[in-house]
């Protein structure tokens, strides 16, 4: 009897490991708690039971382990077991422990397989439904599917994969389904969009290559990816993903693009300088500090950058290793300081043409502690009518805490003028991340350099175009605003009416200049770096291009001046036709096209 005990305590202990670590859907999990139970319950039995046959005994203690399924069993086997004995009791114990388990586990398999049953036949009631799949239900998926669901006119029908009655209470029309999103399945007829929004990057991003194997051959399908790794868009940028359109959604990217274009950094700037402060360098102001350096290359404009942090010189170290050119051309200040420290004062003290403000810190409290400071020190700075201004936006998570921020004053009812944004609610729902307009506009920019691409199958081909497209996208106002000032409206319509009116060839060639300027700081925001002729001559056999993207090497990181002596080096290198200039010029020229395109489009119908 001991060594049948420890071998089904042995089997039990097993079958729980296995169930805990591999990522199986429930009814799998319960099936295989099952299975191991009948076959603990057996090899438990098998000594009480009194035949000298041992295959006969073998198939009674098996067959009398099945039918504990049922919740009638006879129990009087358990009776010849000493319960006067230690040994006895624990052994009857864990017998009355599988009789309980097997009829429950059923149980919930059986509910399961009717779930599953009715899911299918939901399914099929819904076939004609564009499919809005998320791989949980969190925060995050209820904004998308809140606003999926808001739209008029759409024939939507939300999935919630992995759904957990326990947790999820929130009352949302949708199908629940408790497997994985890798696991459902879906028929050929729907159009589907699976949005991988677990907290767990790394989940969503197995899960997106999980779903490209499963489905590469199926049209009409489109995945969003939420990972702000560059790894994930290497892997995935290397993954042959066949008819599927697959979108990795950066949120950190995507909501500062969303700020500087709902709050340019020329605002509130004075002598015509942009003077940036950024206080807190992590993640979110390291991909802040790479964003505004392109982004505040406007003409007529001197950009100046400062960073306090109290790793400030271990970040700079950083940077320079990851973008090596970019410390080097652009008037970047680091100061290694607490922000409440007297050195930090001394120097926001120099810091008088400060502008534009960007708090991001570890916590939503230091971020309004933060800022509140900033504010009253720039104030103080203003000696004739403490009336100085610059704006501070603070990255703020909780939806509550960003609201009252935004609405803060001081017991006079003076407001604070802080720009709170960064919260889930701002991410997915307001400004949502998700299809934004910025994406349908960048979408236009690369329409304006490939024509043919009406499918966009370049454009979501990789992520650098698209990356790319909506750098040039954003920064489209800017260059509007350059050359009317004082008649720019941000309004799309006005700007683009006055724009066509005073466009001439010098304008196209300013702002061709300047869109090389922003595409030298862009390039070297994503870690891009100088290379002569000479040294393309050293690759170029090799990679078959005059660019190399995995060391990222550009012999066109020069001055828009030296382009067209780049440009005849490179015809004679490569045989090709290559005209630097003409690119940035042709993208300039395609100004009013692709904001009428734009305005008529708008956010692409359907595709949320």
């Not at 950058?305 to 990851?322: R, S, T």
Request: glycine fraction near 4%; charge should be negative; include cysteine.
């Amino acid at each position: 009897m001991q060594t049948c005990f420890l071998i089904a305590v042995i089997i039990t202990i097993a079958s729980i490991i296995a169930v805990f670590k591999y990522k199986e859907n429930a009814k799998t999990k319960i099936v295989i708690m099952i299975i191991s139970s009948i076959v603990s319950l057996s090899i438990l039995v098998f000594p009480l039971i009194e035949q000298e046959n041992v295959v006969f005994k073998v198939m009674n203690s098996f067959f009398y382990a099945i039918q504990s399924i049922g919740i009638n069993q006879d129990l009087s086997l358990i009776s010849s077991i000493d319960l006067h004995t230690l040994q006895g009791i624990v052994y009857s114990f864990y017998m009355y422990l599988l009789f309980l388990a097997l009829p429950v586990l059923t149980a919930s398999v059986i509910l399961i397989v009717l779930g599953d049953i009715f899911v299918k036949i939901e399914f099929a009631l819904n076939k004609n439904k564009r499919l809005y799949i998320f791989s949980e239900m969190n925060e995050k998926s209820l904004m998308v599917a809140k606003r999926i669901l808001n739209r008029k006119g759409n024939n939507a029908k939300i999935v919630f994969a992995n759904f957990d009655r326990e947790k999820n209470k929130e009352n949302i029309k949708a199908i629940r389904i408790s497997n994985s999103i890798v696991n459902i399945k879906i028929g050929d007829e729907n159009k589907v969009t699976f949005y991988l929004i677990s907290e767990n990057e790394e989940e969503n991003l197995e899960n997106a290559l999980e779903l490209i194997t499963k489905y590469h051959k199926r049209e009409k399908t489109k995945i969003y990816v939420v990972n702000n790794s560059e790894v994930a868009t290497i892997i995935l940028d290397s993954t042959d993903k066949g008819k599927i359109n697959v979108e990795i959604i950066n949120e950190t990217e995507r909501m500062i693009y969303d700020l500087l274009d709902r709050i340019p950094l020329y605002l509130n700037s004075i002598n015509d300088k942009i003077s940036v402060l950024i206080v807190g360098c992590g993640r979110v102001g390291q991909e802040f500090l790479k964003t505004i350096v392109w982004c505040g290359q406007i003409i007529g404009y001197e950009l100046e950058i400062n960073v306090i942090d109290i790793n400030a010189d271990k970040i700079k170290e950083e940077i320079n290793i990851e973008q090596p050119e970019l410390l080097e051309n652009y008037n970047i200040n680091f100061i290694n300081a607490d922000i409440k420290s007297k050195n930090a004062s001394e120097e926001i003290e120099k810091l008088s043409e400060v502008n534009y403000i960007f708090v991001s810190m570890e916590s939503d409290e230091k971020n309004i502690e933060t800022a509140i400071l900033l504010r009253r020190m720039f104030l103080r700075q203003d000696k004739d009518g403490f009336n100085r201004r610059p704006i501070i936006n603070l990255w703020i998570d909780n939806e509550n805490k960003k609201e009252k921020i935004n609405g803060l004053v001081n017991e006079r009812n003076n407001s604070y003028n802080l720009n709170a944004f960064g919260s889930i609610k701002d991410m997915y729902y307001d400004n949502c991340i998700i299809n934004s307009k910025l994406e349908s506009l960048a979408k236009q920019v690369h329409l304006s350099y490939s024509p043919k691409d009406v499918n966009l199958k370049q454009y979501n081909s990789l992520e650098y175009n698209k990356c790319s497209s909506r750098a040039t996208a954003l920064h489209l106002k800017y260059k509007l605003y350059s050359v009317l000032r004082e008649k720019y409206t941000n309004n799309i319509e006005e700007d683009l009416k006055n724009y066509e009116e005073i466009a001439n060839d010098k304008i196209v060639e300013e702002l061709s200049e300047n869109e090389h300027e922003r595409w030298n700081a862009y390039t070297r925001s994503i870690g891009y770096t100088k290379k002569t002729i000479e040294e393309v001559k050293s690759y170029i056999e090799n990679t078959g291009d005059y660019r190399h993207f995995l060391a990222k090497f550009h012999p066109a990181l020069v001055e828009y001046e030296e382009l067209d002596k780049v440009s005849e080096e490179l015809n004679k290198l490569t045989g090709k036709e290559i005209d630097l200039k003409e690119s940035d010029r042709m993208i300039i020229r395609n100004i009013p096209n692709i904001f009428k395109k734009y305005i008529k489009r708008g956010v692409v119908k359907g595709e949320e």
